[in-house]
Nanobody, 124 residues
């Protein structure tokens, strides 16, 4: 069982940056692919980014390449999402997710565990 707790969300002006964090419980964190999703008001949850167990492989949603960077620190059981040049359209609840399979599985929308989410609001 893995529990995921996100933090780092908040209110930010357009053009600003945020770093979201997700801390995982359990000693098996290093074996999971990790990812980030987001859900804007009135929209379905969508994939943002995912990385493999080492952090050496990363996949991003085509629309967000270049602004988002996913990374992980297995010693701290933590995965991060750095978001730059924020836009009002980035306003959403951001969720952390874990998969015992590959980051491609996360890219397809499937995960074994989900966090509760952290709200990101971007003002214009």
């Amino acid at each position: 069982q893995v529990q995921l707790v996100e933090s780092g969300g908040g209110l930010v002006q357009a053009g600003g940056s945020l770093r979201l964090s997700c801390v995982a419980s359990g000693r098996t964190f290093r074996y999971y692919a990790m990812g980030w999703f987001r859900q804007a008001p009135g929209k379905e949850r969508e994939f943002v980014a995912a990385t493999n167990w080492s952090g050496g492989i990363a996949y991003y949603a085509d629309s967000e390449k270049g602004r988002f960077t996913i990374s992980r620190d297995n010693a701290k059981n933590t995965v991060y999402l750095q978001v730059n040049s924020l836009k009002p359209d980035d306003t959403a609840v951001y969720y952390c997710a874990a998969s015992q399979f590959s980051p491609r599985t996360l890219e397809g929308g499937a995960a074994d565990y989900w966090g509760q989410g952290t709200q990101v609001t971007v003002s214009s």
